[in-house]
């Protein structure tokens, strides 16, 4: 008899996770369970649409042929709970499912204004595309929104709300922006670019609370006393991974779900992936949270060869982001920050732990307003390395940091820093490139 796998998540990771099984086990029934009524898209595409670079069909990920192909049970539902000893899905209208492998990927969600008045309506967030929607129909020009937060997610909806036309106030609790990943220059690269957008940045800015009036925002107060009338407010101070399902299963819950280097969980025949899971790395033995599209995707597959019944391990890969900061394309690789970003309460969609792990040694060569390249470097190797604006160096430092490429003969110039620091790197990576080759 053929299986019967459930998915419980419609993004990436579960589509993945889809496609595989549909590969490795061509009989299956795949039973999709999703509380999003759309078709798969991208969600780091909202940012695009928010800012009207792209129309909303542009977000489709996969044809409907290929959609067809892969045979899916779709069923838009919310999933009450599910029971481990007897492989059963419990529906919120009551209905009940039987599995014989189950997938955990439902993602991450906002975490909510935590400050009073975070009911009213006129808070908005960016979690999906009725988000997006519910954005575009409150949009009006020359009014005011406050986006409040750090990270890729705050500056999103600055910079698509101002693009719309509308008067943007940010608000950042200390003096520079994501502060865990980004250096004092780099902050002000982009702050200066969205000043010059023309968002009015507040440093050192609290919310006190929300203001209403018959159940609709009108103003904002913050700590210090100030109050700013708005028809919108922003919250992005990060997301928490769904556990809720897990935990009330009995899985081994932490931050996220926890699992093994197989993405098994904690039950027979329940694997989880995506942003929900907290992935044991097998080389360091540490858990931890990524809320990465690629990487999401790759647990995604690897989680459905092993519902297939592979034995496959997770190796987690270097965590690589590109992504546009105030229109500038900025590729972050390993780790390069360090601190807690005070913008932020739980981690940030786009986001990798790893990229928080500080190093002692630090090169930073730049070369002009824009165009940045800083490398942490640790006893052997290049461990980490952002590269904003041009992007000539992104691909040889990621094959670098992933391959943990043995720079020593060279550490000493590249711990001194400067322009000679990089052309020396450039000498040594064609050398490095032509022997792996």
Same mark, same amino acid.
């Given at each position: ?20 099984? =549909? ?54 539902? =919310? ?62 020009? =020359? ?17 698509? /709300? ?17 502060? $865990? ?99 044991? $790395? ?10 990465? #599209? ?6 995604? &597959? ?59 040694? #630090? ?17 052997? &190797? ?5 590269? /904003? ?16 490429? $043995? ?31």
């Amino acid at each position: 008899m053929s299986r019967h796998y459930v998915i419980v998540g419609s993004g990436i990771a579960g589509l993945a996770a889809a496609e595989r099984l =549909r590969h490795d086990d061509p009989d299956a029934t795949i039973t999709m369970v999703s509380e999003e009524p759309h078709a798969f898209y991208s969600r780091p595409g909202l940012a695009y649409l928010l800012r009207g670079d792209i129309p909303e069909r542009q977000l489709a990920i996969r044809t409907p042929a290929d959609l067809e192909a892969l045979q899916l049970r779709r069923i838009t539902a =919310r999933v009450e709970r599910f029971m481990p000893d007897s492989h059963e899905v419990v529906f919120a209208d009551g209905r009940r499912m039987v599995y014989d492998r189950l997938l955990l990927a439902p993602g991450a969600l906002a975490v909510a204004a935590p400050f009073p008045g975070g009911e009213l309506d006129g808070i908005v967030k960016l979690d999906s595309l009725n988000d997006v929607r519910h954005i575009l129909k409150r949009v009006r020009r =020359r009014s005011a929104v406050v986006v409040v937060g750090g990270g890729i997610t705050a500056l999103e909806l600055a910079e698509g /709300m101002r693009a719309r036309g509308m008067k943007v106030h940010y608000f950042l609790r200390g003096s520079r922006y994501w502060s $865990d990943v980004l250096d004092e220059v780099e902050s002000e690269i982009v702050l200066k670019r969205l000043r010059h957008e023309g968002v009015k940045i507040h440093f050192e800015t609290q919310i006190q609370q929300a203001i209403g009036a018959r159940g609709c925002l009108r103003a904002v107060q913050t700590k210090n006393g100030e109050t700013i009338p708005c028809e919108l407010l922003a919250v992005a101070i990060g997301v928490r991974p769904r556990v809720e399902l897990a935990r009330q299963a009995g899985l081994r819950v932490n931050r996220g779900i926890l699992v093994d280097e197989f993405l098994q969980t904690s039950a027979p025949d329940v694997f989880a992936a995506g942003d929900a899971a907290e992935v044991l $790395d097998p080389r360091t033995g540490v858990a931890g949270l990524n809320v990465l #599209w690629p990487i999401a995707l790759r647990q995604g &597959q690897v989680a459905g060869a092993n519902l297939a019944g592979a034995r496959r391990p997770y190796l987690k890969d270097v965590p690589f982001n590109v992504t546009q900061l105030t229109g500038l394309k900025v590729t972050i690789i390993g780790a390069v920050g360090g601190g807690k970003n005070e913008d932020l309460v739980a981690i940030s969609r786009g986001e990798s732990e790893s990229w928080r792990h500080s190093h002692q040694s #630090w090169v930073v060569t730049e070369c002009h307003d824009v165009n940045r390249v800083r490398l942490l470097v640790g006893e052997r &190797q290049v461990v980490g390395a952002l590269v /904003m604006g041009d992007q000539a160096w992104s691909r040889p430092l990621q094959r670098l940091v992933s391959t943990e490429a $043995d720079i020593t003969p060279i550490r000493p110039t590249l711990v001194a820093g400067g322009h000679r620091a990089l052309e020396e790197l450039a000498t040594f990576y064609q050398h490095w490139a032509d022997f792996q080759s």
